[in-house]
Structures are given as structure tokens and as C-alpha cells.
């Protein structure tokens, strides 16, 4: 199995930045593609970042200018970059990695989330 811990929400001012982390760990032969989504009260979850093995990445329309993802394959890890940040950002923030298992199976894995607070 593949574990994924976020870290790095917070409470921020409007304009503020953080920067999340999250690392993948436990029976990983590789990881491809590897994102960040979000989800507020009341709404559905909904994909804010991706980004591919080889580096290509997609964001959502709402965060593109103020967010930025990258990875570090060598210790299985994503970051997400957030600048600018709005009361409308305000959401739990999650962790997914597409993964390969040292079994050879490919499956979806989440994180449990990190908090990310945006005050007026």
C-alpha cells in the first residue's frame, strides 16, 4: 500500500502565501502523475494542480498566475505553491498520486488533507 501525508495548511491573510507538501511513502515501485485538489464546505472536491512524471503540469483556471506544483521523484514528494491567496481559496486541501506498487499494480491513493484558511 501507499500512504500520503500532507503538510503545510495554515491560516493566512489575503495576498498571503504557503506552501504545501505532500510525501508518498510505504510499497512504491513509481508514481506518475501526482496532484493537488481542494474542497470548501458545501461544494464538491475539485482538481487544482497536476503534474506528470516528466513534469507537465495543469491547473485549474481559478489558480493559474498564483499557483505553481512541482515534484521531487527521487523522494516521492509534490508541492504546491500558493501565492496571492483569496478568501475563495479557502478549502482542505488533498494529496493524489497515481502509483505503481512493488506488486505491479496501479492504483489511486489520497491523502488525508491539509487545512488551508484565507482571512479578509
Known amino acids: 500500500q501507499v500512504q500520503l501525508v500532507e503538510s503545510g495548511g495554515g491560516l493566512v491573510q489575503a495576498g498571503g502565501s504557503l506552501r504545501l507538501s505532500c510525501i508518498a511513502s510505504?510499497?512504491?515501485?513509481?508514481?506518475?502523475?501526482m496532484g493537488w485538489f481542494r474542497q470548501a464546505p458545501g461544494k464538491q472536491r475539485e482538481s487544482v494542480a497536476r503534474?506528470?512524471?516528466?513534469?507537465?503540469?495543469n491547473y485549474a483556471d481559478s489558480v493559474k498566475g498564483r499557483f505553481s506544483i512541482s515534484r521531487d521523484n527521487a523522494r516521492n514528494m509534490v508541492y504546491l505553491e500558493m501565492n496571492s491567496l483569496k478568501p475563495d481559496d479557502t478549502a482542505v486541501y488533498y494529496c493524489?498520486?497515481?502509483?505503481?506498487?512493488?506488486?505491479?499494480?496501479?492504483?489511486?491513493?489520497w491523502g488525508r488533507g491539509t487545512q488551508v484558511t484565507v482571512s479578509s
Open positions: 493524489k498520486v497515481t502509483a505503481i506498487t512493488t506488486a505491479r499494480v496501479t492504483s489511486d491513493y
Open positions: 503534474i506528470s512524471r516528466g513534469g507537465s503540469t
Open positions: 510505504g510499497s512504491i515501485f513509481s508514481i506518475n502523475d
